[in-house]
């Protein structure tokens, strides 16, 4: 498979904020979700009170203006990664990225975007307290990053949920590391997991395509049941109740971070830290599942502006769109549930991003295939990094939600940066004080090392994923 054959599915893979928002000819009627997909982006934009800053963010100014751009990167092991003199890039939401996030050059420092903050000032200490290790300092890095006249300036960020028809692509490329008894299990087990989930994915289909009305409780009470067996849903529920917490809160804090053209990224890392101590330390999405019984009382405690009645309508409509558009192969509507042929290639013509998403999911302990998961990731990685080579994307972000999270392309060619060890004030500005001479090489840092990701200490390490 070359880059041609994977081209447009990367290229699928990404949102194109510069255009995606702006209205359009009539849709497409070749896609099913097309009416749907524009009244989603109208809904978001335009009735909601944060909507506004999906079209004009901070993010997006640094991202298409200057051609230097100034970037936050967290670490807890500086001194290892001094002593190789090499920063490795991290998987997750950014695929293959040094994780940053964006500073803004001030006449006194440079100011953090709130997500940086957020990760310098609580995340990361919490991490490094949990481990019981003091002395492992959260040590800020500052990345002047020069983009080149080539480099692209539209808004393209990959979106990870996206990501599901990618993942069974590498897989049939490389299952033949597993034995052929693994592999028939491997089928077997996400075709059960799937089987047994129709409840949960014909009602999520019965919503997205036919508009059905049904309970937010009861709706919620099966998301919940059946996440378990479908592990991405953790992930989906973690988006659609983080973007409406950034879009629909109305407190002070966040007005204040709306005016200087940032979400406020506290609200769903409260949600994750608070409400979940265990992910400091174990990332892991895929035991999103806040009790449906204590919703409200779980909003409450994130953001007292926020209706929980509104909330739970509007992720019933959101978490169902989001399943039939990133879950279900593009222009299939599986209606007919009891007719399904439960064989893996005859539901990966309907479901094949489920079963790449799950099939990403198994792999990490399935059989032997842990020992050659890295390499699955870094085959994704490679996929990522020849498509943003060709697009001249230097600095790729999060599309799923233009939350703040950038990252660094560690393969385009002749990068120009530099880096520094930064001190924090006593106002929280950041300022330079020691260049480092480290090299960002092109290759994955093995999954247990990234910061959020484990709780063994190791050597090359990284900044927190969000993913």
């Avoid at 953790?234 to 988006?239: I, P, Q, R």
């Avoid at 709306?258 to 609200?267: I, S």
């Avoid at 399904?340 to 792999?363: K, V």
């Avoid at 996929?383 to 233009?402: C, E, K, L, R, S």
Wanted: aromatic share 12%; net charge negative.
């Amino acid at each position: 498979m070359d880059f041609l054959d994977t081209y447009e599915e990367w290229a699928d893979a990404h949102v194109f904020f510069d255009t995606a928002l702006i209205p359009g000819p009539a849709c497409n009627p070749r896609d099913p979700l097309a009416e749907q997909t524009r009244a989603w982006e109208r809904r978001l934009t335009e009735d909601t009170p944060n909507g506004g800053l999906l079209r004009s963010n901070a993010l997006f100014d640094s991202l298409s203006g200057d051609r230097t751009l100034h970037l936050l990167h967290v670490t807890h092991a500086l001194e290892q990664i001094s002593e190789h003199g090499v920063l490795y890039p991290s998987g997750g939401c950014l695929v293959g990225s040094i994780y940053c996030a964006p500073l803004v050059a001030t006449g006194s420092g440079f100011r953090m975007h709130n997500l940086g903050a957020y990760v310098l000032d609580k995340e990361a200490p919490a991490f490094v307290t949990k481990m019981g290790a003091p002395n492992r300092i959260p040590t800020p890095l500052i990345f002047e990053v020069q983009l080149p006249a080539q480099a692209y300036r539209g808004l393209a960020g990959v979106d990870y949920l996206r990501l599901g028809s990618i993942h069974l692509q590498i897989y049939s490329r490389l299952e033949y590391l597993l034995s052929k008894a693994e592999r028939h299990r491997l089928r077997e087990t996400v075709v059960s997991r799937t089987k047994n989930s129709t409840a949960f994915l014909a009602l999520a289909t019965a919503i997205a395509y036919e508009g059905a009305r049904v309970l937010p409780e009861s709706f919620l009470r099966l998301l919940d049941e059946t996440t378990p067996r479908l592990p991405i849903l953790g992930y989906v529920y973690f988006e659609a109740l983080a973007e409406y917490l950034m879009l629909h809160s109305a407190t002070p804090q966040t007005k204040q971070y709306a005016e200087v053209g940032e979400f406020n990224n506290w609200l769903y890392k409260e949600m994750l830290f608070v409400s979940f101590p265990h992910m400091a330390g174990k990332f892991d999405l895929a035991k999103f599942r806040p009790p449906p019984g204590d919703l409200d009382a779980f909003l409450a405690r994130i953001d007292g502006s926020i209706d929980p009645a509104h909330a739970h309508a509007y992720l019933t409509d959101r978490i169902s769109y989001l399943v039939a558009a990133r879950l279900f192969t593009p222009g299939q509507i599986p209606r007919a549930w009891h007719h399904t042929r439960w064989e893996f290639d005859s539901l990966a013509s309907q479901l094949g991003p489920l079963l790449g998403h799950l099939i990403h999911r198994e792999l990490r302990t399935f059989g032997r295939y842990p020992d050659f998961y890295f390499y699955y990731d870094q085959h994704k990685a490679l996929q990522a990094w020849n498509y943003w080579n060709h697009m001249d994307i230097v600095v790729p972000f999060n599309g799923t939600f233009p939350k703040g999270e950038v990252g660094i392309n560690p393969a385009y060619p002749d990068l120009q940066y530099r880096v520094w060890r930064a001190e924090q004030d006593g106002a929280g500005r950041l300022h330079p004080a020691e260049e480092l001479a480290l090299t960002i090489a092109p290759r994955l840092v093995d999954i247990k090392y990234t910061l959020m990701r484990n709780n063994k200490w190791a050597e090359p390490a990284t900044a927190a994923s969000a993913v």
